[in-house]
Nanobody, 113 residues
Framework: VQLQASGGGLVQAGGSLRLSCAAS????????MSWFRQAPGKEREHVAT????????YYADSVKGRFTISRDNANNTVYLQMNSLKPEDTAVYYC???????WGKGTQVTVSS
């Protein structure tokens, strides 16, 4: 079972990135999926969660209105669209199926001022 995050990179403040999380080895379509991030010297924090159906979404206050989580169950993929990026969004971003205990390797997002 693997969760592979991709799409990170270096972007200027105000820019956008779209992260993808491809799941393999089993289907995750019946489970909520989440994105977390960890900045240097800080604890890992929750960014966003999407229900198994995609109907319900939850966001950290720090990203609400700027980030959008979505999923494509047919392709076992979860996305995080990040707009209006700020330097404080710089972190390693991880996708996770928390209820199943699966965490992917992270992808680095760096936002320059």
């Amino acid at each position: 079972v693997q969760l592979q995050a991709s799409g990170g990179g270096l972007v200027q403040a105000g820019g956008s990135l779209r992260l993808s999380c491809a799941a393999s080895g089993r289907t995750f379509s019946n489970y909520a999926m989440s994105w977390f991030r960890q900045a240097p010297g800080k604890e890992r924090e929750h960014v966003a969660t999407i229900s198994w159906s995609g109907i319900s979404t939850y966001y950290a206050d720090s990203v609400k209105g700027r980030f959008t989580i979505s999923r494509d169950n047919a392709n076992n993929t979860v996305y995080l669209q990040m707009n209006s990026l700020k330097p404080e969004d710089t972190a390693v971003y991880y996708c996770a199926a928390v209820n199943l205990g699966y965490w992917g390797k992270g992808t680095q997002v760096t936002v320059s001022s």
